[in-house]
């Protein structure tokens, strides 16, 4: 006799200790420390920390603990714990000419004022699996040098000096917060830039290829990209000034396009912009790209159709967790409309079949 | 982090304001779909989001909270949010319609006719009743500002042309106060002749779409048709085999696999309390003495 | 069947006598930046009458085409429909109009045409947009301009796709019509079809225009186009309307010089 499903509860429960249980893997290896995530996950606890827009290294390392290193469970998390914090404040906007550099490289200048910084890099290296990691070893050290104390100007400045850059122009003074104002259409740049910095980095890395293969190229250069630290600073209504509240690693790209122009003005090279948190130059040249891409209607370039031109496209499915979110839903029960469905598609059978039957019978 | 680390149903009272805020709008305009700030919430988008910050926003101390997910309180989202409520605000809960002033519900309408003074809120996943037609939201809010809803009866009449009848069967559009085209959300068209002349608030929250709309009581809702093919909800041709209900929305459950199969209310607390008053279907367990 | 607050407009103005045009254009312009689209174009549509706009390609008749249906915000100068100036029209009344008394035929029926909508429900759109809750006299109507324009009423369920080029214009003149509009706009309606086509199209279309009565507005650089359907012609170079007269006048004996090299390098086919 059938007895209707209960105890969803009793369920659940007893799910979510399965999970813990297989979260921690086998007893016999040692646990994880949130600390050798975030010294030695470093840029997965980036991409959690610029994805779920918070920067904290340690709780970005606890999530990608919690999430059982799927990332975009651990930026979920990190998203659902930033909404509930208190906001005391907006800082300065952060000065990335004054960046403590630890890489810096031009694809547009073989020698620049500042020098070319390699830094950390994946770049040059062959890959191929290094079986010595898998033994313990001591801790690699790398050549020290004194630290540059020379200022290091952004690259495009010197082009812009020449009247060859198009001219930066200046927003209003508080751009728009996407997690606190719905999403409405036509965003503006400082939206897309923003939706874009925390969008996914497979999705905004895809849109960016689509462009280099021709759906909405922009012949874009990198002209600069740096990675470094720069100070947080905010003002202090009771003190009257702003003050140096901490510093935040961040990841910069500008690239150069293909000019705009006309009769009547002369050509000037076009931009592309992005900055995101943390090292992730991946994700940092590919907002750049995105971004010069969302901006043809400004530059009165054509819209060709291309899917990285189309700023409701790009902004409606580059948010990961709204994007996972909803997939995952179809997970959900849906015994209703499916029940709905099956009377419909039943009764237009039945209906199809008396009709059949009539012909038969004429 | 403890549950005395937040606020009272979760949300803090900025957030609720804001809500608030945008269903006054959306009760002043019935059916008008109002952007607001969806905020992230610690379940994820498309699991209910926009109905759990509405109810976070409307519940107080007082309320008692029903959670239901394809009409039945024991399916385990519906436990989940629950369970949610419990550990945030601390509010009564109930299984029973009629005890609850504040009923969050999916893809479902409970039977027993709601009275004032309730609050029904719907979890909506994508509140845009034209974007299966138009994928931009700068042209579909075009055409709700416009009025511009032809596309919608050229959707129904190729339905009619191709299978003689109206193919939608939940999330069946409708029209109100002579207005708005509105997403009822995925209800069975079934429930569709509850949502107008209602006496109780209904509520729509799509989080991931950062859209509120509602329906205040009594608002005229129509469902949109044409006069030689009329809407005709629908439900299974059958009775509940549990409780003998003739008029109630049933769920097909498959028995075995010789094509054995029964038909129950959704709606388990409907369901549960005519079985309680005696009443009984087919295959109604015996008495146990 | 239309809802009372669908009706166009409000308050009735006067209906337009074969006294007091139906479309009257004063110094209209449109400017992209410093280069001309079209300038100073002015004249009067009466109704029942055709006028053709012809020109090489960039003469600025398809803006011209463009900025009169409200497709692209003018510059400069006035649009009086029925007396009323468009460009002062708030858009839902100005939507209302163009999917009412007014009609535009594309050049690529593509882009006049739901491709994914049966031909049946292509047609039947502009009714169910202003109103229509029948199916039966929604398919009705259907069948019979279906009918009208030629195609076999046995091919109301199929879809465009599956309709060659002159059916699918044949089918988006049909959609157009089914409302009785008053003014309709065709641009280039014949290009990019086979000769045989194009004069099956031609014939088609001067049959409506006189029997519907309607006033047209015709972009084509087809000058054999315009002869045939247009009572007037107006002749566009850089933007600016060079010359405008009777058809037979303006294609017989071409005052501009650029005109006479137009007709001549055309009409001798």
């Known amino acids: 006799m059938y007895v209707a499903t209960k105890g969803g509860e009793r369920a659940i429960e007893a799910a979510h200790q399965w999970l813990a249980e297989a979260r921690r893997g086998d007893p016999a290896v040692p646990e994880l420390s949130i600390a050798q995530i975030r010294e030695q996950m470093t840029l997965a606890v980036n991409r959690v920390m610029a994805e779920g827009s918070l920067y904290d290294p340690d709780l970005a390392a606890l999530a990608i603990k919690q999430a059982r290193g799927d990332l975009i469970e651990a930026i979920f998390l990190i998203r659902a714990y930033r909404t509930t914090l208190p906001r005391f404040g907006g800082a300065l906007p952060v000065e990335t000419d004054e960046m403590a550099v630890t890489r810096r490289i031009s694809a547009t200048f073989k020698d620049v004022p500042g020098g070319q910084v390699l830094g950390p890099t994946f770049d040059y290296t062959h890959r191929l699996l290094d079986f010595a990691l898998m033994a313990d070893g001591d801790a690699p050290q790398a050549a020290r040098k004194p630290a540059e104390t020379q200022p290091v100007p952004h690259i495009l400045q010197l082009l812009d000096r020449d009247?060859?850059?198009e001219p930066l122009t200046q927003g209003e003074a508080t751009p728009p917060d996407l997690t606190r104002e719905p999403l409405e259409m036509p965003a503006d740049r400082p939206l897309r830039l923003q939706a874009l910095a925390r969008g996914d980095e497979g999705f905004v890395l895809s849109m960016a290829y689509s462009t280099q293969r021709?759906?909405?190229?922009?012949?874009?250069?990198?002209?600069?990209?740096?990675i470094g630290t720069c100070a947080v600073e905010m003002e202090i209504p009771e003190l009257g000034f702003a003050v140096e509240i901490g510093e935040i690693e961040l990841t910069e790209c500008e690239t150069v396009n293909q000019f705009t122009g006309s009769k009547t003005e002369p050509a000037q090279f076009t931009r592309g912009y992005g900055l995101v948190m943390g090292q992730s130059e991946r994700k940092a040249i590919s907002m750049s790209l995105v971004d010069r891409a969302l901006r043809w209607d400004e530059l009165g370039e054509e819209n060709t159709g291309a899917p990285a031109q189309d700023a409701e496209f790009v902004l409606y499915h580059c948010d990961n967790i709204q994007a996972t979110g909803f997939l995952e839903h179809i997970k959900l029960p849906h015994y209703v409309d499916f029940q709905s469905e099956l009377e419909l598609i039943r009764k237009l059978r039945r209906d199809a079949g008396a009709e059949t039957c009539k012909e038969a019978a004429e | 982090m403890s549950e005395a680390a937040y606020n009272f149903a979760y949300l803090d009272e900025a957030t609720k304001r804001m809500i608030r805020r945008a269903l006054l709008k959306g009760l002043a305009i019935p059916g008008y779909q109002v952007p607001f700030a969806s905020r992230e919430m610690p379940m994820p988008y498309g699991w209910g989001t926009g109905g759990v910050q509405v109810t976070a926003a409307c519940l107080t101390p007082e309320d008692c909270l029903k959670v239901i997910d394809q009409g039945a309180d024991d399916t385990t989202n519906a436990v989940s949010i629950r369970k949610f409520f419990e550990r945030t605000a601390g509010v009564a809960t109930t299984e029973h319609t009629a005890e609850a002033s504040v009923i969050q519900t999916r893809h479902r309408i409970p039977e027993q006719a709601l009275t004032e003074g309730q609050i029904l809120v719907y979890q909506v996943p994508i509140p845009e009743p034209l974007r299966f037609l138009e994928p931009r939201e700068s042209e579909t809010r075009r055409m709700h500002a416009l009025e511009e809803y032809g596309l919608m009866h050229v959707k129904l009449y190729e339905d009619i042309a191709r299978h003689g009848a109206i193919a939608t069967s939940y999330a069946y559009p409708v029209k109100v106060e002579g207005r708005y085209v509105m997403d009822p959300s995925p209800i069975p068209k079934f429930d569709n002749p509850k949502l107008g002349g209602n006496a109780a608030i209904q509520l729509f929250g799509a989080g991931r779409e950062q859209r509120i709309y509602a329906l205040p009581p009594y608002t005229q809702v129509v469902s949109l048709d044409f006069e030689d093919h009329p809407f005709e909800p629908s439900k299974a041709d059958h009775d509940c085999d549990l409780c003998g209900a003739a008029q109630s929305y049933l769920d097909e459950v498959i028995t075995d696999d010789r094509g054995g199969r029964m038909f129950i209310c959704s709606d388990t607390d409907f369901c549960a309390s005519r079985r309680a008053d005696g009443l009984r279907g087919r295959l109604s367990p015996e008495e146990a003495a | 069947m239309m809802g009372s607050h669908m009706t166009f407009p409000a308050e009735t103005p006067p209906l337009a006598t074969p006294e007091t045009p139906l479309l009257r254009v004063e110094g209209l312009?449109?400017?992209?930046?410093?280069?001309?689209?079209?300038?100073?174009?002015?004249?009067?549509?009466?109704p029942g009458e055709v006028l053709g706009i012809v020109?090489?390609?960039?003469?600025?008749?398809?803006?011209?085409?463009?900025?009169?249906?409200?497709?692209?915000?003018?510059?400069?100068?006035?649009?009086?429909?029925?007396?009323r100036d468009i460009r002062a029209m708030a858009e839902p009344e100005r939507r209302m109009l163009s999917r009412t008394e007014w009609a535009f035929v594309h050049q690529n029926p593509r882009d006049g045409l739901r491709m994914g909508v049966s031909a049946g429900g292509n047609v039947g759109e502009r009714l169910m947009a202003v109103g229509a809750r029948n199916y039966g006299s929604i398919r009705d109507t259907a069948t019979d301009w279906l009918g009208r324009v030629e195609i076999a009423p046995e091919r109301i369920d199929d879809r465009p796709r599956q309709f060659s080029g002159g059916m699918q214009q044949r089918l988006q003149i049909a959609r157009n019509l089914v409302t009785g509009p008053r003014l309709v706009f065709m641009d280039e309606?014949?290009?990019?079809?086979?000769?045989?086509?194009?004069?099956?199209?031609?014939?088609?279309?001067?049959?409506l225009v006189r029997d519907m009565g309607l006033s047209v507005i015709i972009v084509t650089h087809d000058l054999a186009v315009a002869r045939l359907l247009a009572d007037r012609l107006m002749v566009m170079k850089d933007g600016h309307v060079i010359e405008q007269g009777l058809t037979d006048q303006v294609l017989d004996d071409p005052q501009a010089a650029y005109t006479q090299l137009l007709v001549s390098s055309v009409l001798q086919v």
Request: charged share 20%; net charge positive; aromatic share 10%.
């Open chain 1, 163 to 165: 009247g060859l850059m």
């Open chain 3, 189 to 207: 309606p014949t290009g990019g079809l086979d000769v045989s086509v194009q004069a099956r199209l031609l014939d088609l279309l001067r049959g």
């Open chain 1, 214 to 226: 021709g759906y909405g190229r922009t012949h874009a250069f990198v002209g600069e990209l740096r």
């Open chain 3, 55 to 83: 020109g090489e390609s960039g003469s600025g008749k398809s803006t011209l085409l463009s900025c009169l249906a409200g497709f692209l915000e003018a510059d400069a100068g006035r649009v009086l429909y029925r007396g």
């Open chain 3, 29 to 46: 312009g449109k400017f992209y930046g410093a280069r001309i689209g079209c300038a100073d174009v002015c004249f009067d549509l009466f």
